[in-house]
């Protein structure tokens, strides 16, 4: 059996982003699976066959790859950022897990991709730049009593924290309700940090005071990052930097 | 003025791991500052001065990186991983903040990296595929009560948790004192993985329940993933998979 799966992250949008490990794959590849406009970013050519599939099939997605590789092809699944990160690397590992046993003898590999928070960060300074946590909002992965209590223990640990998935049109009011928890939790002045699109032509970045925040700043393209209590900004003409220093001083 | 200065992150050591942004960065550089063993993997060429300094002396560093590009030189600093993660973003702006006020307004990039832990994670399956925390564990960057009270709250939030700088020669004993916390914690079943030198020669990879794990499988190249409660291990011929999956269920 020569068939191998590769489940690769592209990067938050810039093609100067992606690995060359994942640029070799996809050169190599015989298929290509993902949601829509993550395939839409691999270039097609003779011998690659783009197999784009709808949101929320991702175990049907899974299988697929699975199935195709178990017949001896060379498929790369595609993800968006890092595919360990909220994206297909676990689906492909559930549908793996439920399985037939042979597909757990496949030549598999996760190739690691530049991940929105990080992506986000580099942008605006480095506000994750000590320890942090990383927190997807969608509700429909997790019950919403799990999101709040994890994001009160994050307030409470003083993580910087990254938000993915802040909001969608199907559960809008959900990330207002976690604004109003940090606020209650980390108070007006704490800096926030609204990233969207980053590295396409739809960037756009915008920090202020976690008081002015608005649930309306963010869409589902928006990474959402919170400072620590150490947090600083430094203000310039144009987007102030935002950074967390390296050091906590001792009775911080 | 001509000048600028580029944040750049080599990635975890493999050179298909290095994004073409900062390849194209490092190729248009005047000079190249940053701690000696990661200058190294900068190729040498007419025109490019090498700037190569200890660690420990991060500040010192990023002063001087500053000035060469309010001098007008290009200037990339050279971090391992992402250099906004536990690197050399933070101590260039705290440079930056406590220096002259010209330097606010020079090109500043931040050009972020494959960060460890998601190279760890790529390579034992999808361990932080759900919601996650990073915590460095070197001790000289803060409290040790602080540590121990983030980790405490992390294993209450139910995060998958991944530790920077978990060991050295000069402390020794912190990490088995994190190691017996998580135990207390998470109990003997949690999945607990090492990833040493991932995608360099010396990489090995080994995963087993926390009640098995020893401080001595670390050291200070290596990054340590723990599993949330709900991190699945697959059993296979050769190095097992580690994966969260993508939902929890109601109840949870």
Redesign the interface.
Known sequence: MSGWLAIAGL?PG????????VG?ALAEATDVVGYVPYVARVAPRAGLTLHASDNRV?LDRAALALRMAAEGRRVVVVSSG??????M???V??A??AGPSPW??LD????????AM??A???A????????????LSDN???WT?IE??VR??A????AMAFYNPRSRARPEGFARILALLLECCGPARPILFARAVSTPEEALCSMPLGEARAEMADMRTMVILGSSTT?T????GQP?L??????????
């Open positions: 990067g810039d093609a100067a982003l992606v690995t060359p490990e070799a991702e890092d595919p360990g990160v909220f994206a690397a676990s689906a590992f559930e793996l897990e757990r003898a598999i590999r996760v190739l690691p991709g530049i991940t990080l992506a960060s580099a942008r300074g480095a506000p994750l730049g000590h320890d942090f946590c990383a927190i997807n992965l997790k019950p799990l209590k994890r223990l994050a409470e640990a003083d993580f600083r430094i203000a310039r003409a930097i950074y967390t220093p390296r050091f906590v001083a001792a009775g911080a």
